[in-house]
């Protein structure tokens, strides 16, 4: 078990962070090392999120076995950690320069947010919830791990399935079952017990991000802002329809990271685009890159997540032409954001 924690803690963050990191440099993300560790983090685990969907839709389509998807995923993914390694050399004296800048003091707010973070993570591993989607998530998670295959049976009855189309286009359960294959810890608990706490810390840390745009060096009033952020999601659970719900109470449905991490972060990346337009009247390709990347992620929580990922990109897209009477970068935002469509309109297709 402790083998299994520990492999658990370097799939869900060192690996997000060794992956991210070079593009979080690239971007200049980096003001603080907290900063960097935090742009990294999410950077990493939406391309983890992104590359884990078409490997696992082409599996499923070719009708491979998990294990074999599984394979394809880690030589994908080694391939592109020791490219995002090597590029790191390139900023190594932006690292340095990061490493030894002085540290953000959280004061009395972010004191106050870590623990309230610390509460929920907390609460998280003692406290597990259920509802009847579980049938669902749960059961075709542990299906793939245990039969090593992949949507071959009715989570809900045990029967063939007659069309799989509604479900593998948003194959999440299987990011589940990865994470169980490798660490070891079976399904029901990674997905009530491991996966919430990864998803909470996601959320505040894109919700960080999003405080560094708003509010710049100001170290009180980002502790504000994480403060309440964090009231906010405690107290946010009186439906199950919210997503404070999803987050807290439903975080091994792909519906909680599309609402929690995904959609949130997509629209710090958009402010960030629309930021840089704003200071240097140009946008750099690879943040429009990420545009592209994050609709991949959110086609993988949600058959429907790409589009909502492509909705929001284009309502950015259409405050920025509005704003600085443009069209240049406004319709490259609104190109990026296309091949997220590419699964909704397979399922459309083939369903």
């Not at 003692?126 to 509802?131: E, K, L, P, V």
């Not at 975080?251 to 972060?265: D, I, T, Y």
């Amino acid at each position: 078990m402790i083998l299994g924690i520990f492999i658990t803690i370097c799939l869900e963050i060192l690996l997000p962070v060794l992956t991210g990191l070079a593009i979080a440099l690239s971007l200049g993300d980096g003001r603080s090392k907290l900063d960097l560790l935090a742009h990294s983090f999410t950077y990493g685990q939406i391309i983890l999120y992104a590359v884990f969907q078409p490997v696992f839709v082409f599996s499923i389509l070719k009708d491979l076995r998990f294990h074999t998807g599984v394979t394809i995923f880690i030589i994908l993914m080694g391939i592109i950690v020791m490219c995002m390694l090597t590029l790191i050399s390139k900023y190594r004296k932006d690292l340095v320069k990061i490493f030894k800048s002085k540290n953000i003091n959280p004061g009395i707010w972010g004191a106050a947010a870590i623990a309230l973070l610390a509460l929920m993570i907390v609460m998280s591993f003692i406290m597990t919830y259920y509802d009847g989607d579980d049938s669902f998530y749960v059961a075709a998670a542990a299906e793939g791990f245990n039969s090593d295959s992949m949507y071959k049976k009715e989570p809900y009855t045990g029967y063939a399935i007659e069309s799989p189309y509604r479900y593998l286009f948003a194959p999440f359960p299987m990011w589940i079952a990865f994470l169980s294959g490798l660490s070891g810890i079976p399904v029901s608990a990674m997905a009530h017990t491991f996966l919430p706490w990864s998803m909470i810390l996601l959320c505040f840390v894109v919700m960080y991000i999003m405080s560094g745009y708003l509010f710049g060096n100001d170290s009180k009033k980002r502790g504000v802002f994480m403060f309440f952020t964090g009231l906010l999601i405690i107290f946010g659970d009186y439906s199950i329809h919210t997503p404070e719900n999803f987050l807290l109470a439903r975080s091994r449905q792909g519906k909680a990271a599309l609402c929690s991490f995904v959609l949130p972060f997509l629209i710090a990346l958009i402010y960030a685009c629309i930021k840089e337009y704003d200071q240097t009247k140009k946008i750099r390709l690879l943040r429009l890159a990420m545009i592209t990347v994050t609709g991949f992620a959110g086609a993988l929580c949600s058959t429907l997540g790409g589009v909502l990922c492509l909705s929001l990109t284009l309502t950015g897209a259409l405050c920025m032409m509005l704003t600085y009477r443009k069209i240049k970068y406004p319709v490259l935002m609104s190109f990026f954001a296309m091949p997220s469509l590419v699964f909704v309109l397979l399922y459309f297709v083939m369903s």
